[in-house]
């Protein structure tokens, strides 16, 4: 069985979270998922409408995901590789060559972001439409 992994806030979920999913499984046969905690957020100064545990009940709710676990820090990610056994790690190409060094343990795949949809682009639009 060929692992995936991702990571990601998924907050105001959209269909851009929605095709990378829905490309990270096509690569493997069982995709996790790993969610920013609250308290990650926090750490990276990210403010996130849902909660965590909302996030992961989002999550978890998709075909496309098997699992849906924490991630608690940025150093997790050569731990859950090994843990897990993943085979393949996946991005967005917006954060290309970030993740290379995870190359020593497993596949690197940076995929294509939907055009015209961010969770960013979101907020921002409702803010406009509600000053």
Not at 32 to 47: C, G, L, R
Not at 114 to 122: A, E, L, M, N, Q
């Amino acid at each position: 069985m060929k692992k995936v992994i991702t990571y990601g806030t998924f907050d105001l979920l959209h269909t851009g979270h929605i095709n990378i999913l829905r490309r990270a499984k096509d690569l493997g046969d069982y995709l996790i998922v790993a969610v920013s905690t609250d308290e990650f957020n926090i750490q990276k100064h990210k403010e996130a409408y849902h909660s965590f545990a909302e996030r992961k009940q989002i999550l978890e709710a998709i075909k496309y995901v098997d699992e849906v676990i924490g991630e608690d820090n940025w150093d997790q990610k050569v731990k859950d590789v090994k843990k897990y056994n993943i085979d393949t790690f996946v991005m967005g190409n917006d954060w290309e060559g970030e993740f290379d060094f995870l190359k020593e343990y497993c596949e690197v795949v940076y995929l294509p972001r939907t055009s015209g949809v961010s969770t960013t682009k979101i907020k921002v639009e409702l803010k406009q439409k509600n000053d």
